[in-house]
């Protein structure tokens, strides 16, 4: 029950950002080993992207590198957002500029799935 609750919680936490913007991080191809989209809602500076890696038995057109940098659209360049990944289990201040460049996610072997969320704070 614990675990479901905090599901829950979570979509609660998202289900606001899934009426904003919606951007392809990668393209969308059943050959590639890291598919990544996000929803950011300019109007509340929030967001979350999510990051999937096939796993490796899963056949690919060409290998992929042990990290994804995912970089996050549609961010104010000059605020400073509160950063958090739901599976690496860890939390970071980045400015807008940074998340642009791209946040380096580095999760387990495939299957894996990273949740970005990305929070503003102050400019």
């Not at 990290?67 to 400073?80: H, I, K, W």
Request: with cysteine; net charge neutral; glycine share 8%.
């Amino acid at each position: 029950m614990d675990n479901a609750r905090r599901q829950v919680d979570l979509y609660k936490r998202i289900r606001p950002l899934l009426s904003g913007d919606y951007y392809p991080l990668t393209a969308c191809a059943l050959e590639n080993t890291w598919v990544a989209y996000q929803f950011h809602r300019r109007d509340m500076n929030s967001g979350f992207a999510l990051v999937f890696r096939r796993s490796e038995s899963d056949r690919v057109s060409y290998p992929a590198g042990d990290s994804f940098s995912a970089r996050l659209r549609g961010v104010d360049p000059d605020l400073t957002y509160e950063v958090e990944y739901q599976a690496g289990h860890r939390e970071q201040k980045m400015t807008g500029r940074a998340l642009m460049q791209g946040t380096e996610l580095t999760p387990d072997k495939g299957p894996a799935v990273e949740m970005v969320l990305s929070e503003s704070g102050t400019r």
